[in-house]
């Protein structure tokens, strides 16, 4: 009889999951996923990550000074211009809206009141910011061999530095603590640095820098805030580290706090980060808490730490054919738990790993998308507590959505603003047309909360907080929608998500497919919701009147059949969508997929192959959910999507916009429903023919059922082990032809069911498992198979570019005058500039002279982010003249090489190049690469990746 062991730290990790005939060897699963770097991360965005859920650390840097970024994930900027322009100027109303675009269309205060309200919204305010560094400066290892590793299993990263290693350095952020734990072991006596700083804010709306100071071997910085309307008085924050170990000497400098460290020991640094939102006086707070560090000792804080890490991962596993998407899926947890916890801040766009002062889109809540796929892969990889910050943030908003559903709409109910931030509390805080017309937010931010009950059965929860809000965004759409003369329900105005803009008489602003599935999806749930609680009843037939009798899904006809497109009136061949908005009727609107007539699947497969052509920007979960839904095998299409977005770190990137894009983090829901299914309320298993054996364990389904298995290539299911968490019935579609058989664990005695048109169903007790088998080919006959891992390598970057000899390493200077940011990458560059129109970043690089005669040609390859134009000029060296200029306007959104041709006898001896915005909005300008080239097409490149001083 196979019994599972449950472990505790300390143990031999290695057990058998109930029910399953594999033995998990955990620290070799998990280590065997952990990313090894042999060259330094460039920056904050390229380096290895660490968290606890509410601190974020990125770690990166040359030899001889390794740096720790930190971020917190409610360090803010809480001003909101915009809340304040509110009190002057009314926002737009729902009537007002229809006035202006309905009739003959004639001008109102609409534009012009959105107008107001975006020119104070785009102001540098409101939006995350980052704590600061830690620094440990060793000019003596300036030449040192590296290496780096994330250990996943410990959640930490070691550092080593020199061959064999002179330094080495582990660090990690402990989860139970609001604390950064850095431990420095040398071989022989060494002499370093450690720093703690942060520059004065850089966006110029913060007065004051921060404050430093040292004591014996305490150092520390400490930033004030001016005052918002979540904290009067201002909001302040504070980093304090305590030396463990070694000879010190602290000190306070412009812009950082210096221990000088002399030691031939292991040395600890210990920085606390605490926020006004934590204590009422953070630097004491901070500083209690690096004393309690200090009486804890560094092997308690590993231990305390290590055991959360270790119960982290021993929650379910997944071992498939592709062995990089694999990794992936482990890192993507792993990023998941350090950016998001119960009882803290929901993070924004970039988790909690703040590297600038005025981040791409302020780093707020974006409920189109960004939002909820940050928590796609929690429910079914039983990983419901990282879930619970997006709960509370969406139940926190329930009294903003309600101010606003009842002062701009005039209706009852709730409705989800398009962008919030932690302190919303009165409507829209960016109340500007078109992105704040996106109805279907509204549901959309509700549906996890009811995949929270579908996937935990957690009734309390329900009751306080998911019902409540689905209730109230139910109510919404029952005052919204309008009912037309054939019974049928419309939905209008609305704004297909970042499509089309608001058009007179609302042309393409009328039954967009994303809300019509979702408002479907909102009222079914809000039927289950009450019938669970037993309350409510008198709402239920008007909540299944609108389910079963919205509009149909708008189509298009085209030379193949039928597609689905985005809103009614949207033409064929489609544009290239942002979000792959004629596919999300499938996933998230999880209406159409296997379970559905073959007629509509015919349309959806159709749908999806079509986007492919128009490919979405941002796809990346989407677009694969949808083929999986639908049956089809994209794990290698997951592998090409993510080497072609993914940093080093494995942080995937949307396309252009190239930070840490948190939003992605959700991609394991892509694995895990490739493998079972069960959004439908009933269990799939292999669902996907993959190309060879997959194995699970204790992957999450609707209902509170665990379910962990063996499946063989072309989705052969060997077995499947059902653990029921709530006693619910289960029901389960036939996984092959052929005799069933269904036996309590460990008993092994036969547990009854019924078989109807396929579907299995049975009733469970709850803490059991069952066993489902083959009598042919029996589950105790089977071989016990161990679950680990090959030993992790050292990454190989997919940017790679091979450089030719005499790279220029001249430093970029700042020559124009409008606001704005070079920021050099592994990959590149990128060069920002906002401000009003045609504002202008600018900068030049010095080269040695070079010849014309010889190099004819100037190419850089690039892509632009927003309205934007660029322009390129070789300088000559007579008095700064310029020799050859071109402007690209507006610049290509996508990667394109672009040429200058060059005069011949001339002498060039700098480059420059300049980023401008065409219509006040903040643009981006990637550069991956400038070179010069010879007739015969030899290149000699200019480095992308440094700036003067």
Known sequence: MLLAAMLIAGAVHASLIP??????????????????????PQSAVHGLLLGNGDIGVSVYGAPEIIILQVGKNDLWDYRDPVQDLKKTLKPWTYRELLERYTGDCKSNRVEAVSKAFMDEHVKPYHMPKPAGQIRVRAPSLRTAAYQQRL?????????????????????????????????????????????LARHKDSTGTIPQGPEFGADGRDLWLRYHFPPSEPYPNGFDYAMYGRVLGGTVQAESLEGKSVAHVTADAPVTLLVAVETTRDAADPWARAKA????????GLARLRNEHQEYWHSFWQRSFVQIPNRYVNRHWFISYYHLACCARAGRIMPGLDGNWSWEDNPMWFAAYYWNTCTENLFYGAYSGNHLEQAIPYNETV???????????????????????????????????????????????TPWAAQELWWYYLYSQDKHFLRI???????????????????????????YPTFSPEHWSIENHFTHNRNCIVDLSLVKYLMRACVA??????????????????ADNLRGYPTAETPEGKVFVDVENAPYPYITYNLPCPAMAIFPGDDIGLQSPEPIQAIARRTIKALYDFPPTQGYIMLPMARVRLGQDVLDEMETRTRQRCFLNQAVYTDCFRWIWAENFGAPIVVNESLLQSYTGQLRLAPVKLQGTARFGQLRAVGAFLVSGEVKAGSRVSYAAITSEAGRPCSIIKPWAGEVRLRRFPSMAPVEFTENNGLLTFGTEKDT?????????????LPVVNVSAQPAT????????????????????????????????????????????NSTSAWQLPIPPTDTSKFTRLETTMHGVGKGKVRIETVGANGGEVVAAQEWSPWPTNETTLSLNLPAGRTLVAVSVYTVTNDGQPVENHLQSIRFRTPDGQALNLDLTHISP
């Open 529 to 546: 919701a009450s019938e669970a609680l037993d309350c409510d009843a008198e709402r239920r037939p008007l909540w299944r009147d609108i």
């Open 151 to 195: 250990s996943l299993w410990n959640a930490e990263v070691i550092t080593r530095l020199g061959r064999p290693a002179a330094m080495t350095l582990r660090t990690f952020v402990s989860y139970p603590r609001n604390l950064i734990v850095l431990q420095c072991e040398s071989s022989g006596t060494q002499t370093f640095d450690l720093e």
């Open 794 to 837: 050292p990454l190989v970057p997919e940017w790679f570019r091979i450089r030719v000899p005499g790279v220029w390493p001249s430093g970029w200077n700042l020559i124009g005058t409008g606001s704005g940011k070079f920021v050099p990458t592994a990959e590149g560059a990128v060069m920002r500039s906002h401000g009003p129109k």
């Open 465 to 491: 907080q998911g019902y409540p809000v689905l209730r109230e965004c139910a109510t919404f759409f029952e005052d919204y929608l309008h009912r037309a003369p054939d019974g049928k329900f419309d939905h």
């Open 289 to 296: 808490e690096a004393e309690s560090a200090d009486h804890a």
């Open 395 to 441: 139940f926190d908003l329930l009294p903003a959505a309600q101010y606003e559903a009842r002062e701009i709409y005039g209706m009852r109910g709730a409705r989800i603003p398009h962008t919030t931030y932690p302190h919303t509390r009165t409507g829209s805080p960016v109340p500007f047309l078109p992105f704040d017309l996106q109805l279907c937010e």
């Open 769 to 781: 498992t069952y066993i489902l088998d083959r009598t042919a080919a029996p589950w105790e006959k």
């Open 19 to 40: 029910g399953t005939r594999f033995e998990v060897d955990w620290p070799g699963l998990v280590s065997g996923q952990d990313l090894i770097l042999t060259t330094p």
